[in-house]
C-alpha cells in the first residue's frame, strides 16, 4: 500500500498516531499532487484540508510505502486519525481515496485523505507549496491530536 501525506502525518510532524505508524512505513520520497489546499484553525493549532476536485496547485507532500509489518489494524488506526469511517463516509471529516501522485516526474497511485464537505469559513486557503511552508510563514503550530 501507498500513503500520500501533506499535513500533521507528513515530515517534521509529531503526534502519537505517526509515531506509531512511521516505522511501518519505507522512507519517505518527496510528491506532489494537484488539488487545493487550505488550512483549518482549532483552538490547539492548525489542521491542512487537501481538496483535488478542480485543483490548480501543486500541493507538496511525502509519499511512503508501507512495509510488511503495516497490517490492517494499522489501517484503522489511520482512518481513525483523520475521522474516516469507511462504513459511513458522509459523515466522516475525511475520505481515503485512491489519487495519482507526481513522484519524481511519475504518476504513480497512493492512498490520500481528502477533506469531505464543505469547508468552514475560518478556513484559509494556503498559497505556500505546503502545509508546513504555510506554518512556519504565519507562526503557526500544527494541531497534534491525541491518539484517537
Known amino acids: 500500500m501507498r500513503f500520500f501525506f501533506y499535513g500533521t502525518l507528513g515530515e517534521g510532524m509529531d503526534n502519537p498516531t505517526i509515531r506509531a505508524i512511521r516505522p511501518k512505513l519505507m522512507p519517505g520520497r518527496p510528491a506532489t499532487v494537484r488539488g487545493s489546499l487550505h488550512c483549518i484553525p482549532d483552538r490547539d493549532g492548525w489542521y491542512p484540508a487537501l481538496t483535488v476536485a478542480g485543483g490548480e496547485s501543486a ?10 509489518s503495516f ?3 494499522d ?23 485512491t489519487i495519482d501522485v507526481d513522484c519524481e516526474g511519475s504518476l504513480v497511485p497512493a492512498e490520500a485523505y481528502l477533506f469531505n464537505g464543505a469547508l468552514p469559513p475560518e478556513a484559509r ?5 505546503s502545509f508546513a511552508a504555510f506554518l512556519a510563514a504565519h507562526g503557526f503550530k500544527p494541531l497534534a491530536p491525541r491518539d484517537p
Open 75 to 97: 489501517l484503522a488506526r489511520l482512518d481513525a486519525y483523520e475521522a474516516f469511517d469507511p462504513a459511513d463516509e458522509a459523515a466522516s471529516q475525511y475520505v481515503r481515496r
Open 125 to 129: 486557503r494556503v498559497e505556500q507549496p
Open 71 to 73: 497490517t490492517p489494524d
Open 59 to 68: 500541493v507538496e507532500g511525502i509519499i511512503h510505502e508501507t512495509r510488511a
